[in-house]
Protein backbone atom coordinates (compact mmCIF):
# COMPACT_ATOMS: atom_id res chain seq x y z
CA UNK A 1 0.00 0.00 0.00
CA UNK A 2 2.74 2.57 0.66
CA UNK A 3 4.36 2.68 -3.24
CA UNK A 4 1.18 3.44 -4.19
CA UNK A 5 0.44 5.83 -1.66
CA UNK A 6 3.58 7.68 -2.77
CA UNK A 7 2.60 7.38 -5.97
CA UNK A 8 -0.59 9.12 -5.56
CA UNK A 9 1.16 11.76 -3.35
CA UNK A 10 4.02 12.19 -5.64
CA UNK A 11 1.17 12.56 -8.73
CA UNK A 12 -0.43 15.16 -7.00
CA UNK A 13 -0.43 18.75 -7.73
CA UNK A 14 1.54 20.70 -4.63
CA UNK A 15 -0.17 23.45 -3.71
CA UNK A 16 2.99 25.91 -3.12
CA UNK A 17 4.92 25.07 -6.17
CA UNK A 18 2.12 24.04 -8.67
CA UNK A 19 3.12 21.27 -10.45
CA UNK A 20 3.29 17.53 -9.12
CA UNK A 21 6.45 16.10 -7.41
CA UNK A 22 7.45 13.50 -10.34
CA UNK A 23 6.87 15.90 -12.68
CA UNK A 24 9.05 18.52 -11.74
CA UNK A 25 11.92 15.24 -11.06
CA UNK A 26 11.67 13.51 -13.64
CA UNK A 27 9.45 15.72 -16.06
CA UNK A 28 6.18 13.06 -16.01
CA UNK A 29 3.53 11.59 -13.72
CA UNK A 30 3.73 7.54 -14.01
CA UNK A 31 0.27 6.46 -14.37
CA UNK A 32 -1.04 4.39 -11.05
CA UNK A 33 -2.43 1.82 -13.34
CA UNK A 34 -2.00 0.30 -16.88
CA UNK A 35 -4.07 1.52 -19.57
CA UNK A 36 -6.14 -1.23 -20.93
CA UNK A 37 -6.22 -2.37 -24.34
CA UNK A 38 -9.55 -2.31 -26.35
CA UNK A 39 -10.54 -5.73 -27.07
CA UNK A 40 -8.57 -7.27 -24.16
CA UNK A 41 -9.76 -10.58 -23.44
CA UNK A 42 -7.87 -11.40 -20.40
CA UNK A 43 -10.35 -11.69 -17.36
CA UNK A 44 -7.59 -11.71 -14.78
CA UNK A 45 -5.41 -9.05 -15.78
CA UNK A 46 -9.01 -7.09 -15.96
CA UNK A 47 -9.74 -8.08 -12.44
CA UNK A 48 -6.40 -6.93 -11.10
CA UNK A 49 -6.62 -3.27 -13.18
CA UNK A 50 -10.30 -2.92 -11.66
CA UNK A 51 -8.20 -3.30 -8.18
CA UNK A 52 -5.51 -1.36 -8.20
CA UNK A 53 -8.12 1.97 -9.81
CA UNK A 54 -9.79 0.99 -6.67
CA UNK A 55 -6.78 1.06 -4.33
CA UNK A 56 -6.26 3.76 -6.02
CA UNK A 57 -9.51 5.67 -5.12
CA UNK A 58 -9.39 4.27 -1.35
CA UNK A 59 -5.20 5.92 -1.12
CA UNK A 60 -6.41 9.30 -2.65
CA UNK A 61 -9.05 9.41 -0.22
CA UNK A 62 -7.44 8.15 2.83
CA UNK A 63 -4.82 11.13 2.30
CA UNK A 64 -7.04 13.70 1.38
CA UNK A 65 -8.90 12.90 5.13
CA UNK A 66 -5.58 12.63 6.73
CA UNK A 67 -4.59 16.47 5.11
CA UNK A 68 -7.71 17.41 6.02
CA UNK A 69 -6.85 16.48 9.87
CA UNK A 70 -3.63 17.71 9.86
CA UNK A 71 -4.15 21.15 8.68
CA UNK A 72 -3.89 23.82 12.13
CA UNK A 73 -6.95 25.62 13.25
CA UNK A 74 -5.26 28.45 15.43
CA UNK A 75 -2.02 30.25 14.73
CA UNK A 76 0.75 28.79 17.15
CA UNK A 77 2.46 31.88 16.47
CA UNK A 78 1.80 35.62 16.01
CA UNK A 79 3.75 38.52 14.44
CA UNK A 80 6.09 40.98 16.61
Known amino acids: ML????LVHNNAQNG???FA???LL???EPP???AQGKGMENPLAE???NQL???RILTTQALNNTAKKARPT??????G
Do not use: D
Not at 3 to 6: F, G, I, K, N, S
Not at 74 to 79: D, F, H, I, M, Y
Open 26 to 28: IGR
Open 16 to 18: TMG
Open 47 to 49: QRV
Open 74 to 79: EAKWSV
Open 21 to 23: PNN
Open 53 to 55: RQQ
Open 32 to 34: ATP
Open 3 to 6: PLAM
